[in-house]
């Protein structure tokens, strides 16, 4: 509340301050949730699309890059991913080899569900990538049990880019 004894001009200075950081905080809002599907008919369409019986569901989280318009900021997907997903800790110091753990072991990582090493993945380009989905541990179908979980990046399908 602004007090009785305050200028009209004051007031309305005020109320600009207050409208311009209620916007700026429901943009941050807006940008920050965008990059996750929490709907799960999309889960599903993004399943259908994407992945095959093996990495279907789980428990997982799902990022679609290709949707979100500030992927375009990040070089790498691990520069996308750092700081977005509960857990997983990424150390960019050198840019095609990240230390990458997810609670505090290391994840198997899946390219269109081909079993490969992180710097592979650090050297795809981030307007290709369709989802992503990083799966909690442990993470059966990868060798040993996934006791770390996986990073299945996927690039976008013929059907994606024609749109």
């Known amino acids: 509340m ?14 600009k301050h207050i409208i311009s950081l209620l916007t700026i905080l429901l943009f941050v809002t807006v940008t920050s949730q965008s990059q996750f599907v929490y709907n799960e008919n999309q ?8 992945a095959s019986q093996l ?11 290709a949707d979100d318009p500030t992927s375009q900021g990040s070089l790498t997907i691990f520069q996308y991913l750092q700081g977005r997903i509960p857990g997983l800790q990424i150390n960019n110091s050198r840019m095609y080899a990240p230390f990458v753990q997810f609670r505090m072991s290391t994840p198997a ?5 081909m079993r490969v090493d992180a710097s592979v993945l650090a050297t795809l380009n981030i ?10 541990p442990p993470f059966m179908p ?12 996927y ?4 059907e994606d880019e024609e749109e």
């Open 109 to 113: 990582f899946f390219l269109d569900e």
């Open 55 to 65: 990495f279907k569901g789980g428990n997982a989280y799902y990022v679609s890059p």
């Open 142 to 153: 990868a060798i040993g049990g996934g006791p770390g979980g996986a990073v299945a990046v």
């Open 43 to 50: 889960r599903r369409g993004l399943d259908e699309l994407y």
């Open 127 to 136: 307007n290709d990538i369709g989802l992503v989905k990083v799966f909690r």
């Open 155 to 158: 690039t976008l399908t013929g």
């Open 2 to 15: 602004i007090p009785a004894g305050v200028s009209k001009s004051l007031r309305a200075a005020f109320m």
